[in-house]
């Protein structure tokens, strides 16, 4: 089976963490997100791959060439002008030729067993799987109603909640027939879930609502991001770490509470007014400051501050145990290199 990567986010919220850097290039645990889609892919035996790009795709391409490198075939398609999630892979439509093919979000970290849902896909010959995941907070996502035998009967996009029927959420993971793709006009803005798969179920076609087990999580604010980077080192979101990075063992052991301390400096030009912009950055993810900047999650505990007595930024890490506290400290101080990186600039 062929695969579409949609790679075409620019990442407008994801911006105080990213800059100018596209979506599916925004490094998770050492790689882009994107190649961690791709390892996946490939993981499942789908080595044929098509990336549909539109935001600054010279980055892309520049960064994964042929796919080679990882193993895979990999080719590109540009939008010109914006088509949405479906006229973006119908721009794909000489890549999947007349065969069923797989579509993932390139931008949203994930790791389901492919082989299953396609499995599924091929014993119920729908027009379209549609991969569901369950969320405790579907406000931000498209919600599907599927009925005992997993069919969908219908689509809520973004719902507040009242109008919440359903906690799976539509994660972006689809497989398509080329008769279902036949119904998305040429050269035109139209999107899965509010255009194609409406307009299948009106004409009566069979939608299968796929749920998956596993981790799924779309990077699209720093909150989500920090926390897609927090279960990725404690293992919760099982990938293909690159050197530096290693999963936390669950193994417990006995510590004192200095050994789960870790610091990491980095080095800066304005020491005030690089705290202003990590500040930005980490105050959607509701960090306290009412003793400096500190963002806690569930086992760790994350601290910012300038040193007094040099142009340095000091990062310090507290976590169940001392190597996860080292790597979320070096993790920490990326992200702030980064944001310093845009300051000169």
């Known amino acids: ?7 075409g986010g620019e990442g407008k919220r994801l911006k105080p963490v990213t800059g100018d850097t596209p979506k599916p290039l925004t490094m998770l645990c050492g790689r882009p997100i994107m190649e961690h889609i791709i390892l996946l892919l490939k993981q499942h035996g789908i080595t044929d791959i098509c990336a549909a790009l539109k ?11 042929n796919g080679e490198r990882l193993g895979v075939h990999l080719e590109y398609r540009v939008e010109q002008t914006a088509l949405g999630t ?9 890549f999947y030729g007349d065969e069923d093919f797989l579509v993932i979000s390139g931008d949203a970290a994930c790791d389901f067993d492919l082989g299953s849902i396609i499995a599924e896909h091929e014993k119920r010959s729908p027009e379209a799987t549609i991969v569901l995941y369950p ?7 498209g919600l599907a109603l599927c009925d005992r035998d997993g069919l969908v009967r219908s689509f809520i996009e973004k719902p507040d909640w009242s109008r919440v029927v359903t906690n799976l959420v539509n994660t972006g993971i689809y497989i398509i027939t080329p008769h279902a793709m036949a119904k998305v006009p040429e050269s035109t803005e139209y999107d899965f879930a509010k255009d194609l798969f409406p307009a299948l179920l009106r004409d009566g076609e069979k939608l299968f609502g796929c749920p998956a087990d596993g981790y799924w999580c ?4 720093p909150k989500s991001y920090f926390e897609c980077c927090a279960d990725a080192l404690s293992g919760k979101l099982r990938l ?5 990075f290693e999963v936390t063992s669950d193994k417990p052991r006995e510590q004192r509470p200095s050994d789960r301390m870790s610091f990491s400096d980095c080095v800066c030009s304005d020491r005030a007014r690089l705290m202003d912009s990590i500040s930005s950055a980490f105050l959607e993810l509701g960090a306290d400051y009412s ?3 500190c963002y806690r999650g569930a086992d760790y505990e ?6 007094p007595d040099a142009a340095r930024i000091r990062i310090s890490a507290n976590a169940a145990d001392e190597e996860t506290a080292r790597e979320l400290a070096e993790s920490a101080c990326a992200l702030v290199s980064e944001l310093e990186k845009r300051l000169d600039n």
């Open 1 to 7: 089976m062929k695969a579409i990567i949609m790679a």
């Open 55 to 65: 935001y600054r795709p010279d980055d892309i391409k520049s960064y994964f060439g």
């Open 86 to 94: 479906a006229g973006g892979v119908k721009n794909c439509a000489d």
């Open 135 to 141: 969320d405790p907070e579907p406000l931000r996502y």
């Open 218 to 221: 779309d990077i699209g604010t």
């Open 240 to 244: 293909q770490l690159s050197g530096g």
């Open 291 to 293: 003793d400096g900047l």
């Open 302 to 307: 994350l601290y910012i501050s300038p040193l």
